[in-house]
């Protein structure tokens, strides 16, 4: 696949308070397109609120963020512009429980993207198809277990045909049976050429599918390397006593 020069995701010396708490440091970051990235680090470190500013659900307070030559402003139309390219899974789903799993993954196709139904409910199918639950397609999530809830949001978002999918912990809520067939669908968008930034602890999903590992640590970054050597010579002496408690 042709991957542009320029990167798709570009931070720059970006920084976030929450009121007075620094919560994101000075982060540096390009991505290329089609790049796969992991995001690991001790919990509370930043991670959800670094992958949170990529698609504005924060706003950053300092530096820069330019998502496919997009700058995240205060412009609100162009914010929705790189909504519609940024797809986010998280933890909980955040399914329409009053809505079958098709309704669900239609309804932005439907009210934001203006499609008619029927062919709403064919793409829809066909991203359902994908994630291999087609059949459960008038169910209503709380008909299903959270490892199909989980693929049902994988199908919603990438239903707006994103450029890039932000995961945030999407196993971490799952019983054990249930991570694989998860972890499973995210390998496969990986091998479709998704560019892909994802929060998780899974760190064999991590060696198989990260192009770069990530680690964060007191809202740093604080090493990027390839998983290679991520895991078999970490640098920092925070990545190894974080890697030793996890692994
Ligand atoms: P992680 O995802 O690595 O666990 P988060 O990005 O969720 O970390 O949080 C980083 C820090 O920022 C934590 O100390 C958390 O309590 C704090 N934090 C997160 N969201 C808010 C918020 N909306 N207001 C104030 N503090 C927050
Ligand atoms: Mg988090």
Not at 16 to 29: A, Q
Not at 101 to 107: G, P, S
Request: aromatic share 6%; glycine share 6%.
């Amino acid at each position: 696949m042709p991957q542009s020069a320029d990167p798709i995701i570009q931070i720059e010396n970006m920084h976030k308070w929450f009121e007075d708490f620094h919560v994101l440091r000075d982060i540096n970051l390009n991505v290329t397109e089609g790049e796969r990235i992991v995001i690991a680090g001790p919990s509370g470190s930043g991670k959800s609120t670094l992958i949170r500013c990529i698609n504005r659900l924060e706003a950053h307070d300092q530096g820069r963020i330019v998502i496919d030559g997009i700058e995240l402003t205060e412009n609100l139309k162009r914010i929705d512009e790189v909504r519609r390219e940024v797809g986010m899974v998280f933890q909980d789903f955040n399914l329409f429980p009053h809505m079958s799993v098709l309704e669900n993954c239609t309804l932005a196709l439907i009210h934001v993207r203006g499609m008619a139904q029927a062919e709403a409910e064919e793409t829809a199918m066909g991203y359902l198809e994908r994630v291999r639950i087609p059949e459960q397609a008038d169910k209503f999530p709380g008909q299903l277990s959270g490892g199909q809830q989980q693929r049902v949001a994988i199908a919603r978002s990438l239903c707006m045909n994103p450029k890039i999918m932000l995961f945030d912990e999407p196993t971490s809520a799952l019983d054990p049976e249930m991570i694989r067939e998860v972890l499973d669908v995210m390998t496969d968008l990986a091998g479709s050429g998704m560019t892909m930034l994802c929060v998780t602890h899974e760190m064999g999903f991590a060696r198989e599918v990260a192009d770069r590992m990530i680690f964060m640590d007191e809202g740093e970054i604080i090493e990027i390397a390839p998983p290679e050597t991520f895991f078999t010579n970490p640098q920092s002496e925070r990545t190894k006593a974080f890697l030793s408690q996890i692994i």
